[in-house]
C-alpha cells in the first residue's frame, strides 16, 4: 500500500463511510427481504432483484457524492472513474439466492482499494444485525468490538464452512475438498459472505469458496487479516481477484491449501 500518511489518515473515515453505506444500503435489502419477489437470470446465470439493483445505485450515489473522484466497480452496474486511485467494489447483495428464500445469511459487502491494494472492508448482514468491517493496520471489528480468529490448531477440532459442497465436488477441488472434510470435526454450509465473517469473528476455522468475482471477495481478504487469519486465493495468492478465496484462522491456511493442491 501507498506510504502516503495521509491515505493512512483517511483508512478510519474511509471504514466509517463504507459501514455508514453499508448499513443504507442494507436498509433497502430489509423492504423487500421475505417478500415474494421475481428474480431475473444474468447472463452468467445467477439471479438479480430489484432489491440489488436499488441498493447498488444508493450506495454509487453516496461514494461518489461523498468521494466525486473515487472509482467504483460494482456487479450490477460496472465500473466508474476507471483509473481512479481509490477504488470502491461493491456487492450490493452476496448471497442472492439467501435472499430470494429468505434466509438471513446474505450481506451487503464493501471493499476499498487504494493504488490496487486492498484498504477497507465492511460486511454488513442487515437481517442479522451484524457489521464486519476491517482498515489496513487497524484491526477487524464486529458490531464495533475487536474481533478476533480462533486459536484452533488440529483440523479434528476445527469447523469447515462453504456455500455449496457439490459445486466443489463438481469442481477441480473436488477430491481435495472431500479429504479436508473428512478430517475436520465438522462441516457446514453457512456459505456467501457468512461463512468468512464466521472465520474472521472466531466461529469458523476454514471457509472454502472455488468460484468469487472480485466483488464477492472484495472486503475480505482486509476483515479476515486485520482479524489474524489468512486469506488467499485455493492456489494461496493474497488477492481478492484471483477467482476462488479461502479464509481460515491461519493456524490451518497450509493445511487447507494442501489438501486442495493435491486435487488439482
Known amino acids: 500500500m501507498s506510504g502516503n500518511p495521509a491515505i493512512h489518515h483517511d483508512l478510519a473515515d474511509l471504514r466509517r463511510a463504507a459501514e455508514d453505506l453499508a448499513r443504507q444500503a442494507g436498509e433497502i435489502t430489509l423492504r423487500y427481504f421475505g417478500q415474494r419477489l421475481a428474480p431475473e437470470s444474468k447472463s452468467d446465470g445467477t439471479p438479480v432483484t430489484r432489491a440489488d439493483r436499488e441498493a447498488e445505485t444508493a450506495l454509487r450515489e453516496g461514494i461518489l457524492s461523498r468521494y466525486p473522484d473515487h472509482g467504483v466497480l460494482g456487479e450490477e452496474f460496472g465500473a466508474t472513474n476507471e483509473g481512479a486511485r481509490v477504488r470502491w467494489i461493491v456487492d450490493p447483495i452476496d448471497g442472492t439466492r439467501s435472499f430470494i428464500r429468505g434466509v438471513p445469511l446474505y450481506g451487503v459487502l464493501i471493499g476499498i482499494e487504494i493504488d490496487g491494494d486492498p484498504a477497507v472492508g465492511v460486511a454488513h448482514f442487515p437481517a442479522l444485525e451484524e457489521t464486519v468491517s476491517a482498515a489496513a493496520g487497524r484491526g477487524c471489528l464486529w ?91 485455493a492456489t494461496g495468492e493474497p488477492s481478492i481477484h484471483g477467482g476462488s478465496g479461502v479464509s481460515s484462522n491461519g493456524l490451518l491456511h497450509p493445511a487447507a491449501l494442501d489438501a486442495l493442491s493435491a486435487s488439482v
Open 143 to 233: 458490531n464495533g468490538r475487536p474481533a478476533r480468529v480462533s486459536t484452533v490448531d488440529r483440523l479434528e477440532d476445527a469447523l469447515l464452512l462453504t456455500t455449496d459442497p457439490e459445486v466443489l465436488a463438481a469442481g477441480p477441488y473436488g477430491s481435495g475438498y472431500a479429504r479436508l472434510q473428512s478430517s475436520v470435526r465438522y462441516a457446514r454450509t453457512w456459505g456467501d459472505c457468512y461463512g468468512h465473517a464466521l472465520v474472521a469473528t472466531g466461529r469458523a476455522e476454514i471457509m472454502i469458496d472455488p468460484i468469487l468475482a472480485a466483488w464477492d471477495a472484495a472486503p475480505l481478504l482486509t476483515i479476515v487479516t486485520e482479524a489474524g487469519g489468512s486469506y488467499t486465493t
